[in-house]
């Protein structure tokens, strides 16, 4: 699995040979808290921010082990193509589809 971020303005693809089944269960930890809110309907913006930046470490943390920060990925690219990864990396490997691409 690679992705594609865009650091200081250069685009850098990073490489895992393996997503750690760790990083499927802390997904799935972090839908169950936000399932838990929405039946609540609790979920705030600040509650978005968070499990977004928990959803962003398991990327960057988990899969490939600090080979770049949150921020940067943050900064990097896109919704869409951040949401692309995390779901290759949790589900399975995603066909390619037109603007896939880290969008900077």
Do not use: C
Not at 12 to 17: G, L, S
Not at 68 to 80: P, S
């Amino acid at each position: 699995m690679q992705i594609d971020i865009v650091i200081d303005g250069e685009k850098k693809t990073f490489v895992t040979d393996i997503v750690p089944m760790r990083a499927k269960m802390r997904f799935l930890n972090v839908r169950k808290q936000e399932e838990a809110l929405l039946e609540q309907g609790l979920i705030t913006a600040e509650k978005q921010i968070e499990f977004t930046y928990e959803l962003a470490d398991i990327l960057a943390t988990t899969i490939y082990k600090e080979k770049f920060t949150v921020d940067q990925l943050i900064d990097g690219v896109t919704d869409d193509y951040f949401n692309n990864k995390l779901a290759e990396a949790i589900f399975g490997e995603m066909e390619e589809q037109e603007g896939n691409e880290s969008g900077k």
